[in-house]
């Protein structure tokens, strides 16, 4: 069975901390991505990689950093959090298809940034 | 940017009755995929449905079924004998232009099912 991981479902953190959120897959899916959600807005896309040590900026990627250093685990990263980062984040993996991309959803980590 | 638009935020259904969910979309692209995905308050993401834009036949997946209309980029869900678990948010996310591998979402309708 097709499984996403994010490593906490809660977190609460300080204005300032820097924050980890993980996503590992077992699925051996090049495509990994990092969603932030909002009410109102829907899922935004923060980054993406398509493989090992490959990024690229989505939408929204300012204040966010990310880490690709094997292909299960993709990290976002907030190097210093703000209020404003308070969300729900979602990790989200596809294999490498030329048209089919169904992604496959993490359960979510809900932040607060007090 | 290319968009995804749900123009219902809320919609809410009788048990047993049935709804459906309107989504457009906008893709240069000529082969692609488009789905439905639900996410109930667990905050999950379920696949409910995906049609091939090829395909002119529409998906249908047992209570679930969709009415693509690709010229008009169109792309409704329909819910038979609605159920309470069927209470979520719908997103029907489209692909990006030139990308493959990502989709763009909309903002969602929220359903809620009446008992």
């Known amino acids: 069975d097709v499984k996403v991981t994010q490593s906490s479902r809660y977190l609460v953190k300080r204005t300032g901390e820097k924050v980890f959120l993980e996503c590992v897959q077992d699925?051996?899916?090049?495509?990994m991505f990092w969603y932030r959600q909002d009410p109102g807005l829907g899922l935004r896309l923060i980054y993406f990689?398509?493989?090992?040590?490959?990024?690229e900026k989505g939408d929204i990627p300012e204040g966010y950093s990310v880490s690709r250093e094997k292909k299960e685990r993709f990290s976002l990263i907030l190097e210093s959090a703000s209020t404003n980062q308070t969300s729900m984040y979602l990790c989200?993996?596809?294999?490498?298809?030329?048209?089919?991309?169904?992604?496959?959803f993490g359960p979510g980590t809900r932040l607060t940034v007090l | 940017a290319q968009t995804v638009t749900q123009s219902q935020p809320e919609m809410s259904v009788q048990e047993a009755e049935t709804v459906t969910l309107s989504c457009t979309y906008d893709?240069?692209?000529?082969?692609?995929?488009l789905f439905w995905y639900k996410q109930p308050p667990s905050r999950q993401m379920i696949l409910v449905i995906r049609?091939?834009?090829?395909?002119?036949q529409n998906a249908t997946e047992n209570r679930f079924s969709v009415n693509f209309q690709k010229a008009a980029k169109s792309f409704s869900l329909k819910i038979s004998d609605s159920q309470l678990g069927d209470a979520a948010m719908y997103f029907c996310?489209?692909?990006?232009?030139?990308?493959?591998?990502?989709?763009?979402f909309g903002k969602g309708t929220k359903l809620t099912v009446n008992p």
């Open positions: 989200a993996s596809t294999p490498l298809r030329e048209t089919y991309n169904e992604q496959f």
């Open positions: 699925m051996d899916h090049e495509n």
């Open positions: 990689s398509y493989d090992v040590k490959m990024k």
């Open positions: 893709t240069s692209e000529s082969d692609y995929y």
């Open positions: 049609q091939e834009a090829y395909k002119q």
């Open positions: 996310p489209s692909p990006t232009q030139g990308g493959s591998e990502k989709l763009v």
